[in-house]
């Protein structure tokens, strides 16, 4: 959905522009452009039920969106955080057509600055021995993020699947 149309457009918190390319705040998601970008990253998780992923998104504590001079989302990234001590980067994800042309880049710069304040800014990827993990931690590095091992800290998680 192109800019502009209504549902999926910037809503307040100010944007900025990258050459063509818009990062900005948004609140209000479209459910069939939503879906497109978590689906082309594959991340079935979230695509099984797009009610409750735009839900997911309504809760965060701040989404900002990356768009072209069309208004075609290209990527998005959420946080959910205190805006006092703690930004955890829940998602982080760029349209892989998309890859390699600055945009989750100028995503989480944004973010750096947003949270700038907090004593805490983090995030989980996939592990560095995976390939996508490599690549990921390579690019996290590049931003000037450190492995929780590097900050000598540690990441604990119930595991992925679990029953009620």
Same mark, same amino acid.
């Given at each position: 959905?192109?800019?502009? =149309?209504?549902?999926?457009?910037?809503?307040?918190? /100010?944007? #900025?522009?990258? /050459?063509?390319?818009?990062i900005a705040r948004e609140d209000?998601?479209?459910?069939?452009?939503?879906? !497109?970008?978590?689906?082309?990253?594959?991340?079935?998780?979230?695509?099984?039920?797009?009610?409750?992923?735009? *839900?997911?998104?309504?809760?965060?504590?701040?989404?900002? #969106?990356? *768009?072209?001079?069309? /208004?075609?989302?290209?990527?998005?990234?959420?946080?959910?955080?205190?805006?006092?001590?703690?930004?955890?980067?829940?998602?982080?994800?760029?349209?892989?057509?998309?890859?390699?042309?600055?945009?989750?880049?100028?995503?989480?710069?944004?973010?750096?600055?947003?949270?700038?304040?907090?004593?805490?800014?983090?995030?989980? =990827?996939?592990?560095?021995? #995976?390939?996508?993990?490599?690549?990921?931690?390579?690019?996290?590095?590049?931003?000037?993020?450190?492995?929780?091992?590097?900050?000598?800290?540690?990441?604990?998680?119930?595991?992925?699947? *679990?029953? !009620?």
């Amino acid at each position: 959905m192109a800019a502009g =149309t209504g549902a999926g457009t910037g809503t307040g918190g /100010g944007g #900025t522009g990258t /050459g063509a390319l818009l990062i900005a705040r948004e609140d209000v998601f479209d459910p069939e452009e939503v879906f !497109a970008l978590y689906a082309s990253v594959e991340w079935e998780g979230y695509t099984e039920d797009v009610g409750r992923l735009c *839900r997911g998104l309504a809760n965060s504590h701040l989404v900002v #969106t990356a *768009r072209d001079a069309s /208004g075609t989302l290209l990527g998005l990234a959420r946080t959910l955080s205190d805006d006092e001590h703690v930004c955890y980067v829940q998602d982080l994800l760029v349209n892989p057509a998309h890859h390699r042309r600055g945009v989750g880049r100028a995503l989480l710069e944004h973010l750096k600055e947003r949270y700038a304040h907090c004593r805490f800014f983090l995030l989980s =990827t996939d592990h560095e021995s #995976t390939p996508e993990g490599k690549v990921n931690a390579a690019f996290y590095r590049s931003l000037g993020l450190l492995s929780y091992e590097e900050k000598q800290m540690a990441a604990f998680g119930l595991p992925r699947v *679990r029953t !009620a």
